[in-house]
């Protein structure tokens, strides 16, 4: 270590610095560029995803995009797979890959079928909004498919109440999002136990849906398909 801190119990930063400072993604880099606060939001949802799913041993994350907040559900999981269908996003993941935190990632689209079977959870956070309505089913019952029978699922999406409230061009990406209680009629075609939270900024809770920014479905039971 070439540098040291007044303090010596800050020493490790250094150390850990010297080896090499880690690099954001494409995606939050853009959006610490633009609204820091955002990044506190974002990886607030992959904290709740992550204790939803504490113990798996298997979880498979649908729409990655550069992966920065997959680290955290890795603190309660014991393998992640993350998939995006954009490849430029799994090369940013794949170039900032750290030996300590080990990820396996891929591109696939699952509106082409089913990335495995065995999974015991899978999360997709920010993915239905962009999936056409008339796509939804199919990409619900492959993911279903990637699952086993025991498997859990959590999905998160803007509400559409808040669509109100968002950018030009969040609005021009976000082509479904739904009310809560259409959220949770979608889920239960393919889950035996939805169960919906509201979310407002850091917040997540079971308040008012119509107020709510943003919707986890918490699913159980993977019906056949």
Not at 96 to 120: E, Y
Not at 181 to 209: C, W
Request: with cysteine; proline share 6%; net charge negative.
């Amino acid at each position: 270590m070439t540098a040291r801190t007044r303090e010596p119990h800050y020493d490790a930063a250094v150390a850990i610095a010297e080896q090499g400072v880690t690099r954001l993604g494409v995606m939050t880099n853009q959006v610490w560029h633009d609204d820091p606060r955002r990044l506190a939001i974002v990886l607030a949802r992959y904290k709740f995803v992550s204790k939803m799913l504490s113990g798996a041993n298997r979880a498979l994350e649908i729409g990655c995009a550069d992966a920065f907040g997959t680290r955290i559900v890795q603190q309660e999981v014991k393998q992640v797979t993350a998939l995006d269908f954009d490849p430029l996003f799994i090369a940013d993941v794949e170039a900032r890959k750290d030996p300590k935190w080990p990820l396996t990632v891929a591109v696939h689209d699952m509106l082409s079928g089913p990335f495995g079977q065995d999974f015991d959870a899978a999360y997709s956070l920010d993915v239905l909004e962009h999936i056409e309505p008339k796509d939804e089913q199919r990409f619900l019952a492959n993911i279903v498919r990637s699952l086993a029978p025991h498997g859990t699922l959590v999905l998160g999406s803007p509400s559409l109440s808040s669509q109100a409230h968002a950018s030009p061009a969040s609005r021009e990406g976000h082509i479904n999002c739904k009310t809560a209680p259409d959220l949770k009629a979608l889920m239960q075609r393919f889950f035996t136990n939805v169960f919906i939270f509201s979310m407002n900024d850091e917040v997540v809770h079971t308040g008012f849906y119509p107020m709510a920014h943003y919707y986890f479905a918490l699913c159980c039971g993977p019906k056949p398909v």
